[in-house]
């Protein structure tokens, strides 16, 4: 019988594809907000390689589920940061496309 | 009457509840990064967010699972939300004046990193560990948490306060040119 959930190369396929869905929003995006959406998913993909190799591989299994921690309270200040500046540059520029953000002529 | 499941059937119970885990995560993802409204676009994310929740269930990390719940569904879509409400993003509008290449290249460019990172992963032959330290129970994440990664744990707290600090100076620069 074919067991998905005990094998290390489920989560590691999975966690590349999340980095990967997260790339491709990162450039396809024409808004703020949709790139800090993906960029939400490239620190998803991250996790989840560390909690992986946490579980199949590490002797301390401790230290991938505290990095996995503090990898959520980074994208948590991430969040906060972008959120704060995402509200600046629309009180300027009363836009958030990408396209729009630009003072100079180029 | 008999209510006690056979053992057989447990482990295709539990196959099936992962691989419609991964279809979630896998789905949300797709939502989250192609959906014209942005509000469709956080749903989507929720919906990863939460298949990602259930993989760390299966990675035995009760603990981060919940976290993952509290702090990404409950703390950071929120956030988004608010984003998304203060700042009225119209991707309908937007999308007629993206550059044409814009779409493929971000296929391209998506579908290369997963394809080098899932291949290598792939091939690679990883060595398990002669032995496992401890179980990684919550008790002895919490006991190494507050011991050997006890630094870190200040840092990230100060982390989080310069980051609410540095907001809420962000946000609020510029509000009091606007009401003279």
Redesign the interface.
Known sequence: MLTLSTQLNTYLFIGAMLFGFGVFGLVRRPSLIGMLIAAELVLCGASVNFMAFNRFLAPDPTVGQIITLFIMAIAAAEAAIVMSIIIAIYRNYKSIETEDLADLQG | MNLSISPDIV??F??GI??GL?IV??FG??L??LAKR?TR??LG?VV??IG?AG??F????H??AL??LL??VG??AI??C???M????D?MK??A??PAL??P???L???A???V??ST??KAT???????????TVK??GA??LTT?SM?FEL?SI??L???L??????R???DK?EC
């Open positions: 482990p295709i539990r196959e992962f691989f991964l995560t896998v993802a797709l989250a990064t942005m676009a956080i994310l990863c967010f990602i993989l760390y299966f990675l035995n990390s603990f981060v976290m993952q702090i990404y703390a950071v956030t988004i608010f984003a998304i203060l700042a009225q993003p991707e937007m999308a004046k993206t814009a779409g290249f971000a296929i460019l998506g579908g990193v997963t394809w990172l899932a992963a792939m990883w060595m398990a560990p002669a032995l496992k330290v401890n179980e990684g002895q994440v190494s948490l990664y870190v990230v982390v989080l310069l980051a609410i540095g907001a809420l100076v962000i946000a620069s510029g509000r606007i």
